[in-house]
């Protein structure tokens, strides 16, 4: 029996491009979108839901 790829896709929340993962994501992980290069946080793995994460900028104010 040939080895099942089995590819993992979710809807990009800001452009809704389609983001395939080459193996199921963890809970947390951050992946950038292939198309409007927004860093997206997985916040459900079934199903999977992703989230933009929240721009860390290099501003520390003081
Ligand atoms: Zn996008």
Redo the contacts with the bound molecule.
Sequence with gaps: MPEQITTVQAA?P????LIAFERPPLNGQVVR?T??S?ELEVTSINPIRLEVAPEVEEDWGE
Excluded at 14 to 17: I, Q, T, W
């Design positions: 990009c800001e452009c809704d491009a979108c198309d409007c927004v």
